[in-house]
């Protein structure tokens, strides 16, 4: 349901923002947005414990550090889910963002 959501509100601004302006502009815009409004980690769906644990590590979606990614750290797995989602140990298996960072984060070895 979210995922469909997300996907209206993509195509809503990739419709709108070309109207506004140049085409070339609006197609750049859309794929910004479209990665900033990436969201893998459900709150609703998630259990008070485990919005406690996301909050006690500082989880983002987004990492301050480029260098320093969920999808580089060890307690991350890639899933088949969609692009850019993954889960995460420490969140009992729960999604995690390929992006984002929690202050648990461990390099690969
Ligand atoms: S431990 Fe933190 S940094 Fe590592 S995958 Fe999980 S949420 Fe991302």
Redesign the pocket.
């Known amino acids: 349901m979210d995922k469909m959501t997300s996907r209206r509100e993509f195509l809503k601004k990739c419709i709108q923002v070309p109207i506004g302006g140049s085409v070339v502009l609006g197609l750049a815009a859309c794929g910004k947005d479209e990665a900033a409004a990436l969201v893998c980690a459900n709150e609703n769906l998630m259990t008070a414990s485990e919005k406690s644990m996301r909050q006690t ?1 500082k ?1 983002t979606e987004t990492s301050p550090d480029p260098a ?3 999808k580089d ?4 797995k890639a899933t088949t889910g969609p692009a850019g989602c993954g889960t ?4 009992t298996g729960k999604q ?1 963002n390929a992006g ?7 390099a690969k070895t």
């Open positions: 590590l989880y320093k990614t969920c750290c060890a307690f991350f995460c140990e420490m969140f995690a984002g960072w929690c202050v648990s984060w461990s």
